[in-house]
């Protein structure tokens, strides 16, 4: 799902609200990205056709590994639909994990 040697990630979070703008969020992190990438790279992989089987899209994230040389990795985390993280060639089923681990590396609420 992401390849190893990332140097940072941006982690956009977007959470639909009924009444007003959606909360956004962004938070770039350099530091103890280990976890978060074998968290991606452990879920069980099948080939991406994106289906969103589940609520509906409460809450989502978008996760771009930066890297020293060459391209910047993008995921997508959508925690309501599932299988609900991809990163546009592959689809993984662990999205609750990759969820509490995104909350660890930023912190979040």
């Not at 941006?10 to 074998?38: I, M, Y």
Request: hydrophobic share 40%; glycine share 10%.
């Amino acid at each position: 799902m992401v390849p190893p040697g990332a140097i940072a990630v941006k982690v956009c979070s977007e959470q639909l609200q009924f009444a007003g703008k959606p909360l956004q969020t962004r938070d770039t992190v350099t530091h103890n990205l280990a976890q978060l990438v074998a968290v991606l790279n452990a879920g069980t992989r099948q080939p991406a056709s994106f289906a969103c089987n589940g609520g509906g899209l409460a809450r989502h994230y978008i996760l771009v590994f930066g890297y020293g040389n060459g391209p910047d990795v993008a995921v997508a985390v959508t925690p309501d639909c599932q299988p609900g993280t991809t990163n546009g060639r592959r689809l993984a089923n662990n999205t609750r994990a990759v969820v509490a681990a995104i909350n660890r590396l930023i912190k979040s609420r």
